[in-house]
């Protein structure tokens, strides 16, 4: 399960790497969350798979995805 979250992650960062590449003025904006880390994480998932800590991703989904989700959900209004 924790592998499948992991590739899910992948995916967040790689979608808010989009975003920075777009206008990284706008993530700016929402400073509450550290997209780099998110962007990192991308980067480690998909290229050092094998060093993927995880109890890392089991911290990220219970201490910050809500976190993430909420400034989402502000993000889209």
């Known amino acids: 399960m924790l592998d499948a979250i992991a590739m899910r992650l992948q995916v967040v960062g790689e979608l808010i790497k989009k975003i920075d590449k777009r206008s990284s003025s706008f993530l700016k904006g929402y400073s509450e969350i550290n997209w780099d880390n998110i962007m990192r994480l ?23 995805l809500p976190k993430l989700r909420k400034t989402i959900r502000k993000m889209i209004k």
């Open 42 to 64: 991308r980067d480690i998932v998909s290229h050092h798979y094998e060093k993927v800590d995880h109890e890392i991703i089991f911290d990220i989904c219970k201490n910050h």
